[in-house]
């Protein structure tokens, strides 16, 4: 099965079988491998060793983000997040219920915010001490700039906490660039082609040293996975890891640097989206975002009119292919996924089996 969609990604037969060992996460081995990664992860960070700290957590990428904003955002604090999709969504939620206080900068979900938009925004509340902002939105595709929204974030003097999760490893970011930067959060999985099961935070250590104790939960207190690391060696865990996802993110990350790193992942998610998005426009269907705002993650597109999504997600899974049975614009949407160890002609034989699920279905193509 190919499964185009933006997490869980298709991985490499050679991370998954990684996975078919046993193993303890505090043998000394393991534990070398374990630290070896961090450092690996704050490199393709662009963090600099000493300066900056990779923390893991482990669980879903809304784990990771939720250590975060407990972490650095005080409790009954304010925070800002441009709502242009629905993980600025859970971003907003999940802040709420951990007692802060988000304030949603209302931004369509067909572009990215405007550094002009981020700038009003922070200038109408001197109340909050973060912008919090997602890369790479996964519900549409469309990008919110680090590289233009930083320098507005640093010039008001706040902070920001980045959710990279569909973005990192193939979007360009260089922590040492951005010291507005608290925390840049993603996981195991997508772009970096890791089994699910680990959220990664990098990190200024200073500032998460300064906020150790104050996330109102040890679980989700990145100080205390530092204090740890400090404590018992950045080889150890505070509680047990997923170990066989670790193991095969350590494979996963092997694969990457062989690649070519980010800029060759980021080239071939570029070309697996060039040849989707022609390809369904050839077959009448229509891209829900103008080229201009469309990211390399994902790419959406309108459903036609009476248009049946479990069916076609049926159709293509007899052919061997996987989407999300599920949209989560504003429109009704066809989302599929350009990321994971999916190769370009792969991503060909994906059109060819659109094209047939859409025949079986009876829709005509446009005219
Ligand atoms: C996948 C994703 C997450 C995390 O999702 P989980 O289901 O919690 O792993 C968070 N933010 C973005 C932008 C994502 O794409």
Redesign the pocket.
Known sequence: MLLLT??PVQTDPRTRAAMAVDIAPWDMEFRAEYAAIRETVTAIAGGVPGVHATLPLQG???FI?EAAIRTFVPEGGAYLVPMNGT?AG?IERLGREAGRRPIPVSVPDTRGVTAAEAEAALAAHPEASHWVM?Y???GTGIVNDPAAIGPVVRAAGRRMIL?A??AFGALPFTLSEHPEVDAVAF?SN?CLEGMPGIGFAVCPVDRVRERAGKANSWSFDLGDVLLHAERAGWGSYRFTPPVQALHAFGVAMGLYEAEGGQPARLARYRENLRILIEGATALGLEPYLDAEHQGPIIATFRQPPGFDLQGFVDALKRRGVLISNFYTTEQPTIRIGCIGAVTPDQMRGAVVAMGEALAELGVRRAA
Do not use: L, N
């Open positions: 933006p997490g879903a990428g809304h983000m993980y859970r997602v790479s939105e996964t959710d999760v569909s996981t997508k």
